[in-house]
C-alpha cells in the first residue's frame, strides 16, 4: 500500500488543523492504521491508532481529549483532527499502515512520506 499524507501547516496555539492519509493500491481495509510524529531530535512517536473496523483507538496521552483518529474505508482515508493545538505538537507527521495494533514504529510496514506540522 502507498501512503500520502496531506493537510500540515502553521497555526497558532490553540488552533485546529486535519491531517489526511489517502491509500492507493490496497484497501486501508486490510490494515491497522496510525499516525506518528517525530520533532527534530526526538524519535518518533505513537500519537493515535485504529483497527480496520474503526474501533479499538489509542492515543498518546500528551494527545488524549484533543485530537481524533478516524478512517473512511470507502474512501480509502485516515484522519487525524488536532484541536487545541500547542506548540510542543511541532513535528512531522506520519501515516502508518500494519498488521496490528502497537504505538511501536517498528510494527507498521507502510510509511508516507509525511507532513509538517507547526504551531507557535
Known amino acids: 500500500v502507498q501512503l500520502v499524507e496531506s493537510g500540515g501547516g502553521s497555526v497558532q496555539a490553540g488552533g485546529s488543523l486535519r491531517l489526511s492519509c489517502t491509500a492507493s493500491?490496497?484497501?486501508?481495509?486490510?490494515?491497522?492504521m496510525a499516525w506518528f510524529r517525530q520533532a527534530p531530535g526526538k524519535e518518533r512517536e505513537g500519537v493515535a491508532g485504529l483497527d480496520n473496523g474503526g474501533g479499538l483507538a489509542y492515543y498518546a496521552d500528551s494527545v488524549r481529549g484533543r485530537f481524533t483518529i478516524s478512517r473512511d474505508n470507502a474512501k480509502n482515508t485516515v484522519y487525524l483532527q488536532m484541536d487545541s493545538l500547542k506548540p510542543e505538537d511541532t513535528a512531522m507527521y506520519y501515516c502508518a499502515a500494519g498488521p496490528r495494533a502497537s504505538p511501536a514504529p517498528q510494527s507498521y510496514n507502510y510509511w508516507g512520506q509525511g507532513t509538517q506540522v507547526t504551531v507557535s
Open positions: 493500491r490496497y484497501p486501508i481495509s486490510w490494515y491497522y
